[in-house]
């Protein structure tokens, strides 16, 4: 079964790591299965006609463009 690692740095600088089941393709899937790990609240903006998924990580105290992941074999 495969699995992925996702690593983060948070706002306050600190590091962070998710692992999640399955494949991940690029980096837009892997902010959106960081965020949904880390149950993250949608972030509602009217004006917006797609998702935020990196306002949803930067509400949740995470630095976006920092999102990387890796996959492992199990």
Not at 6 to 11: D, E, V
């Amino acid at each position: 079964m495969m699995k992925t690692h996702i690593t983060y740095r948070k706002l306050d600088g600190s590091e962070g790591v998710a692992l999640v089941d399955g494949g991940i393709s690029d980096t837009l899937q892997a902010k959106r299965e960081l965020a949904n790990w880390l149950d993250l609240p949608e972030v509602n903006d009217p004006a917006a006609d797609r998702e935020d998924i990196d306002g949803r990580l930067r509400h949740g105290g995470i630095v976006p463009d920092s999102v990387e992941f890796n996959h492992i074999s199990e």
